[in-house]
């Protein structure tokens, strides 16, 4: 068991695009075990590994922890197939945006393939918590925070917090 810091807003190396994982393997197991004991400890439901500065495409995500039960799930190279036209709204947190949430309008379905800790191609259908969480998720491997979906006056206001609050703990 691992728990590697988590990268916050505006730090530039969650900007980095994700490279694609090429071999699912004890390496990448570790990763992704190490992903889940990070995002557990900071009382999260979704982590990139892009948020503890591996710019790879591995999403870690676990919705449902009612009772202390952990049961993650992980989403190797994952891609979209398809995204309904219909959108929702959902308001959103983000481990690297501490103590910031804001409603982000998506697709509402979504038709997805990923590799599964066995290199396995698995494809599924998402809707509510878990497309949201899904897209979400997939953005940060582009370098894209939720903070990027909001208006431009929105964004600069926040990071502008986020630097404050930054610059509060490191004094
Ligand atoms: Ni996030």
């Not at 009382?43 to 676990?62: C, E, F, H, K």
């Not at 947190?93 to 697709?107: A, F, K, M, Q, T």
């Not at 599924?124 to 997939?138: N, P, R, S, V």
Request: some cysteine; proline content about 4%; aromatic content about 4%.
């Amino acid at each position: 068991m691992a728990i590697r810091p988590i990268l916050t807003a505006p730090d530039p190396r969650l900007k980095a695009v994700s490279t694609a994982v090429k071999k699912v393997d004890g390496e990448i197991r570790k990763l992704a075990q190490d992903m889940a004991d990070s995002m557990y400890a900071a009382d999260g439901i979704g982590l990139a590994a892009v948020q503890i500065g591996v710019p790879s495409r591995v999403i870690v995500m676990d919705l449902d922890q009612k009772d202390g039960k952990k049961d993650w799930r992980v989403f190797i190279n994952p891609k979209i197939l398809w995204a309904s036209d219909e959108l929702a709204t959902y308001e959103e947190g983000c481990l690297s945006v501490p103590e910031i949430y804001d409603d982000v309008e998506r697709p509402a379905r979504i038709r997805a393939e990923y590799l599964d800790l066995d290199g396995k191609r698995v494809e599924i259908e998402a809707d509510g918590m878990l497309a949201t969480c899904l897209q979400h998720e997939m953005d940060h491997l582009e370098g894209v925070l939720f903070i990027d979906h909001l208006s431009k006056l929105k964004r600069a206001m926040l990071l502008k917090k986020l630097t404050k609050a930054k610059k509060a703990i490191a004094g």
